[in-house]
């Protein structure tokens, strides 16, 4: 997309991942369909890394989910690897831009510190009948310098929380419509903690406030956190962004998707082999839809007819079953070539390579339109390939001792000598063979099934005669004399 320095778009969005683990399913629809959106509206997609939870957070966990993102094909225009004029944006570089915001709130008395230890606050919430603030009783709110110093003096170091004002919040979702707070149950909550570090609320509002984030789209989980940005933002005096908050993305017992349901990262739909423009059609069915039954959509389709308003309020189900039937029809539609060299890590790891390497590329392109329609994903291709490429084959046992009583056995061996003098292409193959069944008074499937057996070392696979004919007469030759000699 061409987006020039004076681009006339206002619209901001950004996906936050936590780096605490590989990207999940639900969260690559998340970072979709802010990708889409922005796409669409010529807007920006900001890629922020939210790694304030420095204990489950990990460099490693960013760069996987950075790879996986990539890998589906969702770009962002600012983000930790690239420019941007509202970084840094990785939430650990930034510790100081909270900490003055948090500083102007104290000072503005809109927030206060709080030295309760976690034994303290739970030992009133058991004593206290009013269960509406369990949790926190604001016991620190009305703290006299007194109190406060006798606690610092004992070395306790505070948390800071932000005074929660009774009154009801509406918010316009644009997923959910209207939906009121009440924050009476909310008690005053913690913005800084006491080793400094911001909680996910606070950082979560002064980077959207800094970042110009005009729309939060993001999980439904995060709808009952919403009420606290607000509070946030009201009490630095700000606008919200507008909010949309998406349906989640469940197993298919309508439970949280998780690994009871099989793989949940994207990670684990790469190494098995799944195309990306496959996944990437999935994961924008969770929870949006044209209105008809309208399912393959290519990347171009889905910028144009993707909108919030189509976005569902009712949760989706992932459903492996689909996602796999989706991959098959891209990859039947996709060119020989380009699955070959989608293949090739799958290639590489079935230890195949090299025999691979010693065929041309209209050969691998001849073998893979030949198996194009049998392969489900990318890791079938070394197993659908394998036979046509490497010298020599083996053979199951049942299979030789089912084709090698003597007939078969003088049968083949005269198919044999009249294979040696014709021509490999597969009218001709095909042609000499069901003559030569004609002429010794066979059924073809007598010699087709043995043959087949004999050349690919299977009893199943593609046309027989196409098949040969790729694989070429100097190996066809030799594996039927090997076959006979067993
Ligand atoms: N970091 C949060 C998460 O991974 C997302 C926060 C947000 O979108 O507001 O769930």
């Not at 503005?108 to 009783?137: F, H, L």
């Not at 310098?145 to 800071?160: D, M, N, T």
């Not at 009201?234 to 909010?243: I, R, S």
């Amino acid at each position: 997309m061409d987006k020039t320095t004076n681009s006339i778009s206002n619209i901001r969005v950004r996906f936050a991942p936590s780096p605490t683990g590989y990207l999940h399913i639900g969260n690559a629809r998340t970072a979709l369909f802010n990708y889409l959106f922005a796409q669409k509206t010529k807007g920006f997609l900001i890629l922020r890394i939210e790694d304030t939870d420095r204990e489950r957070s990990s460099g490693e966990y960013e760069q996987s989910i950075i790879e996986d993102l990539k890998w589906i094909g969702i770009q962002w225009d600012e983000g930790p690897d690239t420019d941007g004029h509202f970084g840094p944006y990785r939430q650990t570089e930034r510790i100081e831009i909270y900490k003055e915001f948090a500083e102007n709130l104290l000072k503005e008395k809109k927030a206060y510190y709080c030295y309760c230890t976690k034994e303290e606050i739970e030992e009133r919430n058991k004593q206290s009948s009013i269960e509406k603030k369990a949790g926190y009783d604001n016991n620190c709110r009305t703290l006299t310098e007194q109190q406060a110093g006798k606690y610092i003096k004992e070395g306790r170091k505070p948390v800071l929380r932000l005074i929660v004002p009774e009154k009801t919040l509406v918010v316009y979702d644009l997923v959910r419509g209207k939906v009121e707070f009440n924050t009476s149950l909310i008690n005053d909550f913690v913005i800084m903690k006491s080793d400094g570090i911001p909680t996910y609320h606070f950082a979560v509002v002064i980077d959207d406030l800094l970042m110009e984030i005009s729309h939060v789209i993001r999980g439904e989980d995060h709808l009952s956190n919403t009420p606290k940005h607000i509070l946030i933002y009201e009490a630095l005096g700000k606008q919200t962004p507008q909010f949309a908050h998406m349906s989640m993305t469940l197993g298919s017992d309508r439970s949280r998707l998780s690994k009871r349901h099989g793989a949940t990262s994207v990670r684990a739909y790469k190494e098995e082999g799944y195309l990306p423009e496959a996944f990437f059609n999935y994961i924008s069915l969770l929870g949006w839809a044209t209105g008809d039954d309208k399912e393959i959509f290519s990347r171009e389709e889905l910028i144009n007819e993707f909108s919030i308003e189509k976005c569902s309020k009712v949760n989706a189900i992932f459903d492996p079953k689909k996602l796999l039937w989706l991959n098959g029809i891209y990859i039947r539609k996709e060119k020989p070539l380009k699955i070959f060299q989608a293949s090739m890590p799958f290639i590489k790891q079935a230890g195949i390579l090299d025999d691979v390497l010693k065929q041309s590329q209209e050969t691998i392109e001849k073998i893979i339109t030949l198996q194009q329609e049998r392969i489900k994903t990318l890791k079938d291709v070394p197993a659908l390939i394998e036979f046509f490429v490497k010298e020599e084959i083996e053979y199951k046992k049942e299979d030789i001792e089912k084709f090698s009583e003597g007939t078969i056995k003088n049968m083949l061996k005269n198919l044999l000598n009249e294979l040696t003098n014709i021509e490999f292409k597969h009218e001709i193959l095909e042609d000499s063979v069901r003559k030569f069944c004609e002429q010794n008074n066979l059924k073809t499937s007598d010699i087709f099934h043995p043959l087949r057996v004999a050349v690919t070392g299977r009893i199943k696979g593609p046309g027989l005669f196409e098949a040969m004919e790729v694989i070429g007469k100097e190996k066809v030759l030799k594996r039927i004399e090997n076959f006979l000699s067993y």
